[in-house]
Structure formats: structure tokens, C-alpha cells
């Protein structure tokens, strides 16, 4: 493991969102240690998601919801697996099932780890830990759509796997950890274009 050295680091924002700068050097792979640097963090929290497999209608199941970071650079509302942040202490299974139910009010049991990976390493913090579930007509509890408290607005959506590796295909299947997650269901499923 190679040496950091962290000579100061505070948080320099607070909110809903977090950032922490630092002061520090690292360990280059030649031995010798950077000078100081300053380096930001953007502390988001963990987050969940899952890729969700509908058994009886044979398609996999998908949300849409306006993203405001999204909406400068594309398309505002955009379509992606269900996901939610990880809250402090909070189991990652409890967190996916509670997030699954709040979204698109499927009550699930059992969910399978596929990965858990950052999101953009170079500036957050911020990992998705990224399942599988299936469910079936029988699953489905309440109408989801969201907290209403968190201004949540969220449709649920349902796509063939060759409607969406076409939706895939036309660049409009824009969030990484929804093709992530479909590429891990396209080899699950056997699904060949």
C-alpha cells in the first residue's frame, strides 16, 4: 500500500451535499511523494441500486424522473434502474427493498449483488452498490411513484430486453449504472441482439 499524507483536511461545504478539501501528498508509483496538493471530495453517501427483472411480463422494469443535473446537458427527466441513497447505518438490502417499494411499490425478499463501484472516483466519494431482483404481479403493494415529501415524481416503465438494448443503442439510455445494469442482465438472460 503506498503512503498518503493528509496535512489538513476540512469541510468547506455542508448541505445535502458535502465537500471536503484537502491538503496532502501521495506516494508516486516511482517511490517518491508528490508535493502538496489541494484536492476536493465531494461526499455524497453510498447509494443503491437494481437492475429488476419482471417475471411475468418478461421485460425489465425501469423509472423515469426528472434529474436537475441532468437537465443543463440533456434531458432533464431521464430513464434509469431504480436507485436511492444509502442512509447512515442503514443496512444496503433493507435500504434497495425500501427504495424498490417507495419507487415502484414492488415488495421484493431476496436481492442478488452484482457489484459495488464509484461513480466518478476522480471527484466524489460516492459508490453504487448494484443488485438483481426479480418480480412477479403479486409483488406489487402500493403505486410507488415516489416520497412525496422528497417532491419525488417518479413513472415506472417497462421495456423488452430488444426494446431496450434498441433504446440502448439510440443513445437514450444515458445513466451508467442502468447500463451497467444492463449489460450484467443482457449476459444473465442470454440475450444475444
Excluded: C
Excluded at 517511490?31 to 441500486?49: C, H, K, Q, W, Y
Excluded at 431504480?82 to 447512515?88: E, N, Q, R, S, T
Excluded at 426479480?134 to 415524481?153: A, F, L, M, P, R
Excluded at 451508467?176 to 440475450?191: E, N, Q, R, V
Amino acid at each position: 500500500m503506498k503512503k498518503v499524507n493528509i496535512i489538513e483536511k476540512k469541510r468547506v461545504f455542508d448541505e445535502f451535499f458535502k465537500i471536503d478539501a484537502a491538503r496532502l501528498q501521495y506516494e508516486k508509483h516511482n517511490g517518491e511523494m508528490t508535493p502538496e496538493i489541494r484536492l476536493l471530495n465531494f461526499e455524497r453517501g453510498d447509494s443503491v441500486a437494481a437492475i429488476i427483472w419482471h417475471k411475468d411480463k418478461k421485460k425489465v422494469v425501469l423509472t423515469e424522473q426528472f434529474r436537475y443535473p441532468t437537465y443543463e446537458k440533456g434531458p432533464g427527466w431521464i430513464t434509469e434502474i431504480i436507485a436511492g441513497g444509502l442512509k447512515k447505518e442503514e443496512n444496503p438490502e433493507a435500504a434497495l427493498i425500501r427504495e424498490i417499494e417507495e419507487e415502484i411499490g414492488y415488495h421484493v425478499a431476496e436481492v442478488e449483488h452484482i457489484s459495488t463501484f464509484y461513480v466518478s472516483p476522480g471527484g466524489t466519494s460516492e459508490r453504487i452498490i448494484l443488485y438483481f431482483t426479480e418480480v412477479t404481479s403479486d409483488d406489487k403493494k402500493s403505486q410507488g411513484g415516489g416520497v412525496d415529501d422528497e417532491n419525488e415524481d417518479i413513472k415506472e416503465v417497462h421495456f423488452s430486453m430488444e426494446e431496450l438494448w434498441q433504446y440502448f443503442k439510440e443513445g437514450k439510455l444515458v445513466d451508467a449504472k442502468s447500463i451497467i445494469g444492463l449489460m450484467w442482465l443482457k449476459d444473465k438472460l442470454g440475450f444475444k441482439e
